[in-house]
């Protein structure tokens, strides 16, 4: 992240600026659905923020070589006064607060995975934060549960939800909820 574009987040928190943000949730120890359910509540405390939306819950396969139970996925729906590196700071702090260990191999098993997705119409690229996260756009577990809270959402640099939805194959979801 540039100095810059460093100062410009923090600018919008120091005015009081309300911006939306998305959260990926995810899951698949220790009864994922709880875990997500645990994750949501420990949003709606995040300082200077406020948990608007909360999507279906989603069971999937999980991602990578590592053999291992299905994921439960979710997304939230924020405004936020902090900068997208605060924020993140602040999922990180939620999820080792929910007993999130560090996995053993990449794309292995966890309790909790709270991902930053977007972060109104901010783009950083930087070796601690990449926003919007770099996995969006491929994910069918990350954008059918974007796609509930807000399908005309447009991914700074991306693309809207709903168009990167029609380009890749969501059938290995399955929704677990009312």
């Given at each position: 992240?540039t100095?810059t574009e460093?100062?410009?987040?923090?600018a919008?928190?120091?005015?009081?600026t309300w911006i939306?943000a998305?959260v990926?949730?995810?899951?698949?120890?220790?009864d994922?659905?709880?875990?997500?359910?645990?994750a949501?509540?420990a949003?709606?405390?995040l300082?200077l923020?406020r948990?608007?939306?909360?999507?279906?819950?989603?069971?999937?396969r999980?991602?990578g070589?590592?053999a291992?139970a299905?994921?439960?996925n979710?997304a939230?729906?924020?405004?936020?006064q902090?900068?997208?590196?605060?924020?993140?700071d602040?999922?990180k702090?939620?999820?080792?607060?929910?007993?999130?260990a560090?996995p053993?191999v990449?794309?292995?098993p966890?309790?909790?995975d709270l991902?930053?997705?977007v972060h109104?119409s901010?783009?950083?690229?930087?070796?601690?934060?990449?926003?919007?996260h770099?996995?969006?756009a491929?994910r069918?577990?990350?954008?059918?549960?974007?796609?509930?809270?807000?399908?005309?959402?447009?991914?700074?640099?991306?693309?809207r939800?709903s168009?990167l939805?029609?380009?890749?194959?969501?059938?290995?979801?399955?929704?677990?909820?009312?």
């Open positions: 992240m100095t460093r100062d410009e987040s923090r919008h928190s120091e005015r009081g939306p998305y990926a949730l995810g899951s698949n120890l220790d994922p659905r709880l875990q997500v359910e645990r949501f509540e949003l709606e405390r300082p923020s948990l608007l939306l909360r999507s279906h819950c989603y069971r999937s999980p991602m070589p590592v291992q299905d994921f439960v979710a939230a729906g924020l405004l936020t902090l900068d997208a590196p605060t924020l993140l602040a999922l702090t939620l999820e080792s607060q929910l007993g999130r560090a053993v990449r794309w292995g966890r309790r909790i991902d930053l997705l109104g901010t783009r950083l690229q930087a070796p601690a934060i990449q926003v919007p770099p996995g969006i491929e069918a577990f990350v954008l059918v549960p974007l796609c509930d809270l807000s399908p005309s959402l447009v991914v700074p640099g991306v693309g939800v168009g939805l029609r380009r890749i194959d969501a059938s290995g979801l399955e929704r677990i909820d009312a």
